[in-house]
């Protein structure tokens, strides 16, 4: 059996590593959250979010380029869903080590609730 090294592991690794990245702002998180329940329009994840809708559409602009999301003009709307209807299951799994840690990773030094977005 061969033991890839560790650069290659990085190499390999590097594509779900930037996943977790994009989904590790508590906006783009909250608005996939959002996404999951069923598509929405800037207005309502603006509501959901609490944020002014510049900030929405900033994090939506990020969530698209990485694949994520997508719209559909709806009137002078856009309609905006999940490309991926696995994310449902991503945060489904995120509750359940959440829960199975007790939350452990809040209080985390480096990622810790006290601790401001890592950008």
């Known amino acids: 059996m061969v033991v890839p090294s560790a650069e ?3 190499v390999e690794l590097a594509p779900a590593a930037a996943l977790f990245r994009s989904l590790g702002d508590p906006t783009r998180l909250a608005i996939v959250h959002r996404l999951a329940a069923g598509p929405a329009r800037v207005v309502e994840l603006v509501q959901a979010v609490g944020l002014a809708q510049s900030t929405v559409s ?3 602009a990020c969530l ?3 694949g994520l999301v997508d719209s ?3 009137g002078r709307a856009s309609l ?3 490309t991926q209807p ?3 299951d991503v945060l489904a ?3 359940v080590v959440l829960d199975a840690t007790g939350h452990a990773v809040s209080l985390c030094p480096t990622y810790g ?3 401001g977005p890592q950008e």
């Open 8 to 10: 290659v592991q990085r």
């Open 58 to 60: 900033k994090h939506l």
């Open 64 to 66: 698209r380029e990485c």
């Open 72 to 74: 559909e003009p709806v």
């Open 80 to 82: 905006f869903r999940l």
């Open 86 to 88: 696995a994310l449902i």
């Open 93 to 95: 799994s995120a509750e």
């Open 113 to 115: 609730l006290d601790k």
